[in-house]
T-cell receptor, first 114, second 113 residues
C-alpha cells in the first residue's frame, strides 16, 4: 500500500541530545499527525497540524507542516530515556474514495542511551 | 472520558476460519477507522465508518468487512483467514468524517496458524 517516506529509519542517541525526523510525500495532505508507538500498544497522538507552514509544540516536541503540504518535521529536544519508541508520521487526505484515510510512514525507531 | 478500547487483545485462529474484532469508540466520537499493522510496518488503512455507513476503503479484499452500531462502536470481520492476515489490528475513533484527530486503541494481535 501507499506509504510516506519517513527518515531516518532508526536513531541511536545519548540522553540529552536533540532529535529530528521527517516525512515526505508525493501527495498533498490537509492534515499531518505525529504518533508514538510502544511495543504491543496502539499509536499515541503527539501533535496534529492543520495548516501549511504551521509550527506546533507539545512540551519538548515541535512539529511543522511543510509549506508545500507534502512534508512534515518532528523535533524532540533534550531527549530522555522514556522517549524510546517508534515514531510515525501520518497524512490525511480529505477527499476522494478514501475519505479521512490516514497514510502512515514506515516509522523511526528511537533508542536513547542513558 | 473513556478512550478507545478494543477486544480481544490477542487471538489465535486457524487458516480458513472467520474472526470478529470489536472496538468501542471514545466518548463523543462518531467515526471509526480500522487499520492493519504488520510487524515492522506502519498501519495500513482498511476502512472507515461514519454514522453506521462505510465511507472510505483502502486496498483490502471484500473478505474484510465491518459494521458500525448506533452507539458508534464497531466490528471488523475477516473471512477465510490467510496466514498473511496475521497482524496488529488497530481501531481509531474521531469526531466527524474529516477526523481531524484520530485516537487509537491498544489493538488486537491476530495470529493465523
Amino acid at each position: 500500500g501507499q506509504q510516506l517516506n519517513q527518515s531516518p529509519q532508526s536513531m541511536f542517541i545519548q540522553e540529552g541530545e536533540d532529535v529530528s525526523m521527517n516525512c515526505t510525500s508525493s501527495s498533498i495532505f490537509n492534515t499531518w499527525l505525529w504518533y508514538k508507538q510502544d511495543p504491543g500498544e496502539g499509536p499515541v497522538l503527539l501533535i496534529a497540524l492543520y495548516k501549511a507552514g504551521e509550527l506546533t509544540s507539545n512540551g519538548r516536541l515541535t512539529a511543522q507542516f511543510g509549506i508545500t503540504r507534502k512534508d512534515s518535521f518532528l523535533n524532540i529536544s533534550a531527549s530522555i530515556p522514556s522517549d524510546v519508541g517508534i515514531y510515525f508520521c501520518a497524512g490525511r487526505d480529505a477527499g476522494g474514495t478514501s475519505y479521512g484515510k490516514l497514510t502512515f510512514g514506515q516509522g523511526t525507531i528511537l533508542t536513547v542511551h542513558p | 472520558e473513556t478512550g478507545v478500547t478494543q477486544s480481544p487483545t490477542h487471538l489465535i485462529k486457524t487458516r480458513g476460519q472467520q474472526v470478529t474484532l470489536r472496538c468501542s469508540s471514545q466518548s463523543g466520537h462518531n467515526t471509526v477507522s480500522w487499520y492493519q499493522q504488520a510487524l515492522g510496518q506502519g498501519p495500513q488503512f482498511i476502512f472507515q465508518y461514519y454514522r453506521e455507513e462505510e465511507n472510505g476503503r483502502g486496498n483490502f479484499p471484500p473478505r474484510f468487512s465491518g459494521l458500525q452500531f448506533p452507539n458508534y462502536s464497531s466490528e471488523l470481520n475477516v473471512n477465510a483467514l490467510e496466514l498473511d492476515d496475521s497482524a496488529l489490528y488497530l481501531c481509531a475513533s474521531s469526531r466527524g468524517r474529516a477526523n481531524t484527530e484520530a485516537f487509537f486503541g491498544q489493538g488486537t494481535r491476530l495470529t493465523v496458524v
